[in-house]
């Protein structure tokens, strides 16, 4: 299988890693989970960590032919529109963003001028959906539980997961967000875990599991079935589900879960201005 150039991007105010994809062979790449720096506490924006990957792609002589969100992230705001304005590129999520719309869209009550189709992502793949990039191929693998919109990509040997799972040492993401499902979840990594033992794994988010001294974002799917502390083989769905509503119960809300989701939903666009000129986000109370 071919083998892409994989490059993340460490943010560790968020712990997340975004990508760049790229063929080798044709200089064209895929930028996968992209962040726009946020200040909560003086509601700003910057681009410091998109431009640096903006800069690698320049100095690499790259083409970005896919801006690719893995989900609707509830931790960081995507800059999917800002990397698209200044490297081109066709923006894509999961088909199923129109469920998350649906819900968050009421949470926040974004009224009717909101779109709930997806419409504003320039593409929305659907599972099972296979496309290139540069030459290499890839497929879209729709994997809900996190959220019901989760989709993984598989590039050539790798697969981006998104919040799915995570390193062997930290185990599997929470469910408990409206729409998730600890069960839907599991059925989901059994999907990924059909994958050849030596796919390259590559992992949204790193949060340096007790013991470890440096973060990992990149395991292999046989490393995951042998040892993911959460769901290795031999794990039962049943054992899995028990697991994960305890634990999800005793997690706080991501810190920027309110920011993030007004903005990506809306494909990283931000709410329009209000009749001052100046754009909002809400603070629902008590809704979450």
Same mark, same amino acid.
């Given at each position: 299988?071919?083998k892409?150039?994989?490059?993340?991007? +460490?943010?560790?105010a968020?712990?997340?890693i975004?990508?760049v994809?790229?063929?080798?062979?044709?200089?064209?790449c895929?930028?996968?989970d992209?962040?726009?720096?946020?200040?909560?506490?003086?509601?700003?924006?910057?681009?410091g960590?998109?431009d640096?990957?903006?800069?690698?792609?320049?100095? $690499?002589?790259?083409?970005?032919?896919w801006?690719?969100?893995?989900?609707?992230?509830?931790?960081?705001l995507?800059?999917?529109?800002?990397?698209?304005? $200044?490297?081109?590129?066709? !923006? /894509?999520?999961?088909?199923?963003?129109?469920?998350v719309?649906?819900?968050?869209?009421?949470?926040?009550?974004?009224?009717?001028?909101?779109?709930t189709?997806?419409?504003?992502?320039d593409?929305l793949?659907?599972?099972?959906?296979?496309?290139k990039?540069?030459?290499?191929?890839a497929?879209?693998?729709?994997?809900?539980?996190?959220?019901?919109?989760?989709?993984?990509?598989l590039?050539?040997d790798a697969?981006?997961?998104?919040?799915?799972?995570?390193?062997p040492?930290?185990g599997?993401?929470r469910?408990d +967000?409206?729409?998730?499902?600890?069960? !839907?979840?599991?059925d989901s990594?059994?999907k990924l875990?059909?994958?050849?033992?030596?796919?390259?794994?590559f992992?949204?988010h790193d949060?340096?599991?007790?013991?470890?001294?440096?973060?990992?974002?990149?395991?292999?799917?046989g490393e995951?079935?042998?040892?993911?502390?959460?769901?290795k083989?031999?794990?039962?769905?049943?054992?899995?589900?028990?697991m994960?509503?305890?634990?999800?119960?005793?997690?706080d809300?991501?810190?920027?879960?309110?920011?993030?989701? $007004?903005?990506?939903?809306?494909? /990283?666009?931000?709410?329009?201005?209000e009749d001052?000129?100046v754009?909002?986000?809400?603070?629902p109370?008590?809704?979450?």
């Open positions: 299988m071919t892409p150039a994989v490059t993340g991007f +460490f943010d560790e968020t712990n997340t975004s990508y994809v790229a063929d080798p062979a044709t200089k064209k895929a930028v996968i992209s962040l726009l720096d946020y200040d909560c506490a003086a509601g700003r924006t910057h681009t960590s998109a640096r990957l903006i800069d690698f792609v320049k100095q $690499q002589g790259l083409s970005v032919e801006i690719i969100d893995t989900h609707v992230h509830a931790d960081h995507t800059a999917a529109p800002y990397i698209k304005a $200044q490297l081109g590129g066709t !923006t /894509g999520i999961g088909e199923n963003i129109a469920e719309q649906k819900v968050f869209g009421k949470i926040f009550n974004e009224g009717e001028s909101f779109h189709d997806g419409s504003q992502f593409h793949f659907k599972d099972g959906e296979n496309y990039v540069g030459e290499i191929e497929r879209a693998i729709y994997t809900p539980g996190h959220t019901p919109a989760c989709m993984s990509h590039i050539g697969v981006f997961v998104g919040d799915t799972i995570f390193m040492d930290f599997t993401a469910c +967000f409206p729409g998730g499902d600890a069960g !839907t979840l599991y990594i059994q875990f059909a994958l050849p033992d030596e796919t390259r794994v992992l949204c949060y340096k599991a007790p013991g470890r001294d440096h973060f990992h974002w990149e395991t292999t799917i995951e079935k042998r040892a993911n502390i959460h769901v083989n031999g794990t039962s769905r049943e054992a899995f589900i028990e994960r509503k305890a634990r999800d119960a005793t997690l809300m991501p810190k920027l879960i309110l920011p993030s989701v $007004q903005v990506n939903m809306r494909a /990283g666009d931000m709410p329009p201005p001052n000129g754009r909002y986000l809400k603070v109370l008590n809704a979450l």
